[in-house]
């Protein structure tokens, strides 16, 4: 198996003056599920946005399998990107939405999901939030690229479908790198391999769950 | 190749979702500006309005391109010289028919 290799240093960020983010590093290879937790407001989607490049950075430095990519368009077809926000335009139907996403060998076990058999026919305006959730999630994962950023995956979905989409991210972890952030952090510690926790800005690369603890995100009990 | 047709049919949908309001626009603009006017809004400034209001009202669906691998900058200039293309082709058979019904 090939194993790719992402990483990201320098990453400054300034807002009015503020540094939003500052002096942060991370790497993902294949297999690896990093999962960055953090309070509102610490950073993890402008970390997200800026390493997939929709959102620019004061300074970054981004190198997949040992080569620079300073522009967005070089990172398109090696990064996936799940917003936090629906993102597949409303007028389109299901099955389009599908079929523009992914490639035509990939159809046939796509449709054979359950899930995906239940919404099909439909228009995408006319899905329930956790449907579209799983849509995307489904479209995200299914691309060709080395690496996928999910931002808050678990918006909007049951515990059913968490545990399906739980099943689905480990199960692609075994092709590519994967990078998570979400409140909840619950399912984000169960599926992850290496955790992070961002606060004021900066990575904290955590050693053990029971970091959160000491560092003040989660209170003592919860995990 | 199935790469290839992907990415152009993911550029003619987006191009899609702009045309009716590139012709909403330009006939606004045929019925308080004359054929002249028309002409310019549907080839050029129609277009470019109708990205406007995306802009304002469904930036995310960019999003939806970038994770099929086209750039928000490609995307607008494929389309718009796409718009030119048909834009001028409408033209074209609505002088003919001018021109034999007129």
């Given at each position: ?11 400054q ?21 990093v999962?960055?937790l953090?309070?509102n ?13 929709i ?8 190198r ?11 990172l398109?077809n ?17 099955e389009?939405?599908?079929?523009l ?17 239940m ?12 449907q ?14 080395k ?5 808050e ?13 739980n099943?689905?991210?480990?199960e ?10 979400d ?12 955790l ?22 989660l ?5 | ?7 152009s ?51 995310k669906?960019?999003?939806?391109y ?26 074209w ?10």
């Amino acid at each position: 198996m090939v194993k790719n290799v992402l990483e990201v240093d320098s990453i400054q960020k300034q807002y009015q003056g503020k540094n939003i983010i500052s002096d942060l590093y991370l790497k993902c290879e294949t297999t690896d599920i990093v999962g960055i937790l953090g309070r509102n407001g610490s950073g993890k989607s402008t970390f997200l946005k800026i390493l997939f490049g929709i959102v620019a950075a004061d300074f970054k430095f981004v190198r997949i399998d040992g080569l620079s990519k300073s522009k967005t368009e070089d990172l398109l077809n090696e990064i996936s990107y799940l917003p936090q926000d629906n993102f597949i335009p409303n007028l389109f139907s299901v099955e389009k939405a599908i079929q523009l996403s992914i490639t035509k060998d990939k159809w046939k076990a796509f449709y054979e999901d359950e899930m995906i058999q239940m919404i099909r026919n439909k228009k995408i305006k006319h899905l329930s939030s956790g449907q579209l959730r799983y849509l995307e999630i489904k479209l995200i994962l299914n691309k060709k690229t080395k690496f996928v950023l999910l931002d808050e995956p678990y918006n909007g979905l049951s515990p059913i479908m968490i545990e399906k989409v739980n099943t689905l991210i480990v199960e692609n972890s075994k092709r590519r790198g994967i990078i998570i952030t979400d409140h909840n952090y619950e399912n984000v510690i169960k599926i992850s391999t290496k955790l992070a926790l961002m606060q004021e800005g900066k990575m904290h690369h955590l050693k053990d769950k029971s970091e959160l603890v000491t560092r003040g995100y989660l209170k003592s009990g919860m995990i | 190749m199935d790469g290839f047709f992907r990415i152009s049919a993911n550029i003619f949908e987006f191009y899609k979702s702009t045309f009716l309001i590139t012709l909403s626009v330009s006939l606004l603009a045929l019925i308080f500006g004359g054929f002249e006017i028309f002409k310019i809004m549907l080839v050029v400034f129609g277009f470019w309005i109708s990205v406007l209001m995306k802009e304002v009202n469904s930036r995310k669906e960019y999003l939806f391109y970038y994770n099929n691998g086209i750039s928000k900058l490609k995307l607008l200039i494929i389309s718009f010289l796409m718009n030119v293309v048909f834009s001028v082709l409408i033209i074209w058979i609505l002088n003919q028919i001018i021109y034999l019904y007129g």
